[in-house]
């Protein structure tokens, strides 16, 4: 299965843009780059995914490289409620349809 | 709201007990999925239906033992627990099993299982 490598934690100010790097260095073709999010004592809730081409919905922004090996995610203005663990996962063709969760980034963001 | 739903909330049981977590979703969905999370560890997939058939096994002990009625819901019956079986138990559906990884998840808030 293709791998993502995210950092454990991050830190961010209220109100400030944050932006959650992912490398997918072994994504195949074929394989979407999604994102979920934690927060504390909930189910994860999905975020955004993308193919090839940047992508914004009300949530977030999600910007690929040009090579695919790496993205990353951008909250314009960071508020309390963001504070979660933020996943991204490969998904893709055949048994790759599963998510896979890894360890995530612990988001930390102050007042 | 997100649209999935798990009862109860909380529940502890003894070694020798039976129980259910019972999940329904209310988002049309044909495709459901028994999640774990254990504390300091990664989500692990349990199980999936797609339009009631269970099409992933992911190696889970026959302790757990799954259901899937109709589309809605989905069941998750517990016997003859260990203590380490401890965990959140998350329900999730999406619309199918998309072979090309495009399609959400939604996730329920999970069930916080103790055992004794």
């Known amino acids: 299965d293709a791998k993502t490598t995210q950092p454990n934690s991050m830190e961010s100010n209220e109100e400030e843009p944050v932006h959650l790097p992912c490398n997918h260095s072994?994504?195949?073709?074929?394989?979407?780059i999604h994102w979920y999010r934690q927060l504390p004592s909930q189910g994860p809730e999905y975020v955004i995914h993308g193919l090839t081409s940047n992508v914004n919905n009300r949530m977030a922004s999600l910007a690929i490289a040009e090579d695919r090996k790496s993205s990353t995610l951008i909250l314009h203005r960071a508020t309390l409620r963001d504070a979660a663990v933020y996943y991204c996962?490969?998904?893709?063709?055949?048994?790759?349809?599963?998510?896979?969760f890894g360890k995530g980034t612990l988001l930390t963001v102050n007042p | 709201e997100t649209g999935v739903t798990q009862t109860p909330r909380h529940l502890v049981m003894g070694m020798t007990n039976k129980k259910s977590l019972k999940c329904e979703q209310h988002l049309g969905h044909n495709a459901m999925y028994w999640y774990k999370q254990s504390a300091k560890k990664p989500l692990e997939l349990m199980f999936v239906y797609n339009f009631k058939e269970q099409t992933e096994n992911n190696s889970v002990p026959s302790r757990f033992s799954p259901e899937c009625p109709n589309s809605s819901h989905l069941f998750l019956h517990l016997h003859t627990l260990q203590p380490e079986d401890s965990a959140l138990y998350l329900c999730?559906?999406?619309?199918?099993?998309?072979?090309?990884?495009?399609?959400?998840?939604?996730f329920g808030p999970g069930t916080r299982l103790t055992v004794t």
């Open positions: 072994t994504i195949s073709g074929t394989d979407y």
């Open positions: 996962i490969l998904r893709g063709g055949g048994s790759n349809y599963k998510l896979t």
């Open positions: 999730a559906s999406s619309q199918e099993i998309a072979d090309r990884g495009r399609d959400e998840q939604y």
